[in-house]
Nanobody, 125 residues
Framework: VQLQASGGGLVQPGGSRRLSCTSS????????IGWFRQAPGKRREGVAC????????YISNHVKGRFTVSRDSAKNTVYLEMNSALPEDAAVYYC???????????????????WGQGTQVTVSS
């Protein structure tokens, strides 16, 4: 496993949850890291992306204003902060990278070559 996503669990509607993406192979500062999610019976969809270059970010429209993505270089970790959770946010969340140093968001889905194992987020009261 190249990347490890963690932090999933139960979150109440309107609540917050922070997901983490770490790697034993990559120094994440040097790479684009994308966050994706997949709900049962649905296609995997992009949620957020953070670039190596200037740490610029991209947030998809369906979570814009509620989710943020950030880095902690000292911990070699990229975070996805989920706020104001909605039932439709329930999914398995994955982090991924294209493995190309210096690339910038957005990155085409097919260019993501290295994936974490996914972490389940459940939204329920």
């Amino acid at each position: 496993v190249q990347l490890q996503a963690s932090g999933g669990g139960l979150v109440q509607p309107g609540g917050s949850r922070r997901l983490s993406c770490t790697s034993s192979r990559f120094t994440l500062d040097y790479y684009v890291i994308g966050w994706f999610r997949q709900a049962p019976g649905k296609r995997r969809e992009g949620v957020a992306c953070i670039s190596e270059t200037n740490d610029s970010t991209y947030i998809s429209n369906h979570v814009k204003g509620r989710f943020t993505v950030s880095r902690d270089s000292a911990k070699n970790t990229v975070y996805l902060e989920m706020n104001s959770a909605l039932p439709e946010d329930a999914a398995v969340y994955y982090c991924a990278t294209d493995g190309v140093p210096g690339s910038s968001c957005p990155v085409a889905y097919d260019d993501y070559k290295y994936w974490g194992q996914g972490t389940q987020v459940t939204v329920s009261s």
